[in-house]
């Protein structure tokens, strides 16, 4: 009867140590497809907007020191001020370089709204673009 029951208790520790194995191959493929769909990508998800991104922006520089441009943009990590209503970023998709995608939540004037916006510096990092909207980019306030 030894026998049997030493086969039967090997057999077993077999085929625990199958299927831990298993499960390891498993969870190594699912890494490795989540890898290789990440970087197969041209965008990368973020939950902050980058550094380059933030600072204190406006139409025209005087009004960087005044103060009271309806133009006025604040850009923080994870939260855009404007001149009446504040986003609170959700995700970020990294286009290039020099820009992104901004999926937040909006607040302002007693409403509430969900947008994206497509954020573009120009190559000298002093000016910023939302949306293509190349005739009311804003100026780094310094």
Known sequence: MKPVVLTLMLVGLGACSASEQATDAQ???SSFVS???TSSTDE????SIPEAFQGRWDAKAAKCR???????LSILA????FWESRATVSHVKIV??????????FQGEGE????SLRLKLSADGQYLTIDGDEGG???RCL
């Open 44 to 47: 990368v998800v973020h939950v």
């Open 66 to 72: 005044s103060g009271d441009s309806d133009m006025a």
């Open 35 to 37: 890898e290789t769909a």
């Open 112 to 115: 509430a709204w969900r947008r």
């Open 137 to 139: 980019a804003r100026k």
């Open 96 to 105: 290039g370089p020099s820009e992104v995608s901004v999926d937040a939540d």
């Open 27 to 29: 969870n190594s493929a």
């Open 78 to 81: 994870t939260q855009m001020d």
